[in-house]
């Protein structure tokens, strides 16, 4: 009984592994940028927030076996490898799939498309709200659901802060705010993952490549990390820094629908261009987007660490959360 269970879940994973999300790089360079601003900036904010992924990590720490010396940054792939152990119920909340009629029409012409209101831009901020401890955040579904499947609320306040390091990333992600809707695709394309593409570093579909950040980020590394992979990280990282540069009103709010609307303006322009499915991708084609997804990554660190300062950024945020330690 046992193995008959296990065993499709096992070829599912091994098939499957890699459809959602940034890949395991992605994350964990959005949340290194982040970890190296607060490190900087507001030290007591990351430690709150230290203080916070610690409460869940006590007590099931073999879901947090990822995790060891650099708990924020290696939390960041959390909620995509808790989608095989129970946690699959949020698999829907790493992206919005606003739809993007390439061939013209409107949302009337596709009776077929179904839009899922809970989605990455209702739950950053209901999450946001949650970790404030703002008024009425008992109220959204993702605190409901997320309470449900956490054995307490502390518990479930620690394992929301590791759902939100990673969506900061997701949102950052063109395919996780767009479906690509048309005559072949009435439903919509999910995000990219139906076009497919010569398999190249693991990536079969357009979404896998975009995920691999555009075939520049497709390594797997392993966790939690020794010190000398934390310091190449940090040595990727600071390279990606130098390389772009952003003037300060472009991530220092928490404004989720900028961000949503960003990454489709990202598909609408970039990522279905000059490219035909079954396809090799042109060589400029990865040229240019390599570092359309890089300037995003970037940008999603910088906010990612804006969202912690405005969570932990006043004393009472702090205290709250070492005294839940
Ligand atoms: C995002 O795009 C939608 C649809 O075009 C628009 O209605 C909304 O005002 C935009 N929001 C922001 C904050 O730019």
């Known amino acids: ?26 994350h964990l360079m959005v949340a290194r940028i982040a970890y190296d601003h607060l490190s900087q900036e507001s030290p007591s904010a990351l430690s709150a927030a230290n ?15 990822l995790e060891g010396d ?49 989605n ?13 401890g703002n008024s ?39 395919l996780h705010a767009s479906s690509r809707v048309n005559s072949k695709y009435p439903k ?13 570093d693991d990536a079969k579909n357009l979404h896998s490549v975009w995920d691999s950040v555009v075939y520049d980020h497709a390594d797997t590394p392993s966790l939690p990390y020794s010190s000398s992979a934390w310091n190449r990280l940090g040595g990727v990282c600071s390279d990606l820094e130098n390389k772009y ?10 404004d989720v629908d900028t961000w949503v609307n960003e990454s489709f303006a990202i598909t609408q322009s970039n990522v279905y261009n000059g490219i035909t499915e079954k396809q090799s991708l042109p060589s400029d084609y990865v040229q240019t987007n390599v570092d359309v997804i ?14 912690i300062k405005t969570i932990f950024g006043n004393s009472g945020a702090v205290e709250e959360a070492l005294f839940l330690q």
């Not at 959602?20 to 992605?26: K, N």
């Not at 203080?51 to 076996?65: A, D, G, I, K």
């Not at 990455?120 to 404030?132: M, R, T």
Request: charged share 15%; proline share 5%.
């Open 245 to 254: 540069s952003f003037s300060s009103s472009e991530y220092n709010s928490v």
């Open 120 to 132: 990455i831009g209702k739950v950053i901020p209901a999450l946001v709200d949650w970790l404030s």
């Open 1 to 26: 009984m046992k193995t008959a269970r296990l065993l499709p879940a096992l070829v599912i994973a091994l098939f499957t592994g890699k459809v959602f999300g940034f890949w395991e790089q992605g």
């Open 188 to 200: 919509g394309d999910r995000g990219g993952n139906s076009f497919q593409v010569p398999p190249k």
């Open 294 to 307: 890089e300037k995003h990554i970037v940008l999603g660190g910088l906010r990612l660490a804006t969202t």
């Open 70 to 118: 650099f708990p924020f940054v290696e939390c960041s792939t959390f909620a995509d490898s808790i989608k095989a152990k129970g946690g699959s119920y949020q698999s829907g909340w790493h992206f919005i799939d606003n739809p993007f009629f390439d061939e013209g029409g409107s949302i009337n012409d596709y009776p077929d498309f179904q839009f899922d209101e809970q």
């Open 51 to 65: 203080n916070l992924l610690q409460v869940y990590s006590n007590s099931n720490p073999s879901m947090t076996s």
């Open 136 to 174: 009425g955040y008992q109220n959204s579904f993702a605190y409901q659901q997320i309470t449900e499947h956490v054995s307490n609320e502390n518990e479930a306040k620690s394992y929301a802060l590791r759902l939100l390091i990673h969506y900061l990333g997701d949102i950052h992600q063109p």
